[in-house]
């Protein structure tokens, strides 16, 4: 999918190629072809040899002066005369997807790992993954009917199971998106913003911006992925008796609140924390005139409210002043709150 239509001609001359309009971060040349058309980068470039835009296909200038500090510009090509259907955002949108559809292919050719990770728009946790686990054949600009994705990964059977758009300007449109969802097509999209992503490839390859996919399992009640929950051990001392006790806490589940205390677990996760050593009952606070679930001491009546729970045992556990430990206990579904 173009990531900037071939009609837009924004002017820019031969000394600012990327002469910026909008505010917009400035964006150079910085991949060319050669005559066998080969990519090759300006900075591994050497002058005396021909190069080719890769969008337009005419003649570009080398421009690699060798100095390097404040007031000097990173090597990079020119057009030796600018056509008006070129542009460096076109350039940029091309010359990624074209390295990493090769990037991808020799990673499938060696069978070999192309390890990623995302932040998830579904649970917020941060996931990893192997961007060619099930990829046979890759397909550049691969026709869909409904959409035309920059790049397709097809399994053994031919069918399309992700696609990658690289956006530069112009984001995949909501027929695209439909379409992905309704087929199970999982969405992995790169946001472009300068040239310089052509010189981090390997890092930007290794974080896309966007993955439509999460590896939490779904509720088997309402079908919405689950979040994974995490409980932390906290071994203190009673301010009552100066007895030792432990408090649990789950950290960060992010449709229940930050951390929570005992007053908001599951009966599940009253039970894990019970099984970990914790003395959790129900007590009364006079401060909120009610009776909750509480980490309490095992040797007083003593026990630990949900405000001071956190200011003076979670916190301090997170800065290492505490003895404390933390494991996955499972599931939760944010939408129906089962488990």
């Not at 969802?181 to 490839?201: H, T, V």
């Not at 079908?223 to 071994?235: C, F």
């Not at 100066?242 to 599951?266: C, N, T, W």
């Not at 301090?316 to 003895?323: C, F, H, N, S, T």
Request: charged share 25%.
């Amino acid at each position: 999918m173009r990531s900037v239509s071939s009609c837009l001609n924004f002017g820019w001359n031969l000394s600012e190629p990327s002469a910026d309009k909008f505010g917009m971060r400035k964006i150079l040349y910085i991949v060319g072809s050669d005559g066998d058309g080969n990519l090759i980068k300006a900075r591994d470039a050497e002058k005396g040899n021909e190069f080719f835009c890769t969008v337009c296909k005419t003649e570009l200038i080398l421009r690699k002066s060798g100095r390097t500090g404040p007031g000097s510009k990173r090597p990079h090509f020119a057009h030796r005369t600018l056509t008006p259907n070129c542009t460096p955002e076109t350039a940029l949108h091309y010359s990624f997807k074209t390295l990493l559809s090769q990037k991808i292919l020799e990673h499938i050719s060696l069978n070999r790992t192309l390890q990623f990770y995302w932040q998830c728009g579904h649970c917020y946790d941060e996931h990893s993954g192997n961007l060619i686990k099930r990829a046979k054949k890759v397909a550049v600009e691969y026709n869909m009917t409904v959409c035309q994705p920059d790049i397709a990964l097809l399994d053994e059977s031919g069918n399309v199971f992700a696609v990658v758009e690289v956006v530069v300007t112009h984001r995949p449109d909501d027929n695209a998106l439909k379409f992905y969802k309704d087929n199970n097509i999982a969405l992995i999209q790169f946001d472009l913003e300068s040239d310089m992503d052509l010189d981090d490839l390997e890092l930007k390859i290794s974080r896309p911006d966007l993955v439509s996919i999460c590896r939490n399992p779904k509720c088997e009640r309402c079908g919405h992925y689950q979040h994974k929950t995490k409980m932390s051990i906290i071994e203190a001392e009673c301010w009552r008796c100066h007895s030792v006790m432990k408090l649990a806490v789950i950290e960060e589940p992010y449709d229940r609140g930050s951390s929570i205390g005992p007053s908001q677990f599951f009966k599940g996760e009253i039970e894990i924390a019970r099984q970990n050593g914790v003395n959790i009952k129900e007590q009364f606070s006079g401060t909120v005139s009610r009776r909750y679930q509480a980490n309490s001491c095992p040797k007083c009546p003593g026990f630990i409210g949900e405000h001071y729970l956190f200011t003076e045992y979670h916190a301090p556990a997170g800065y290492g002043e505490l003895k404390s430990y933390s494991f996955d206990i499972g599931y939760y579904c944010g939408v129906c709150w089962t488990r």
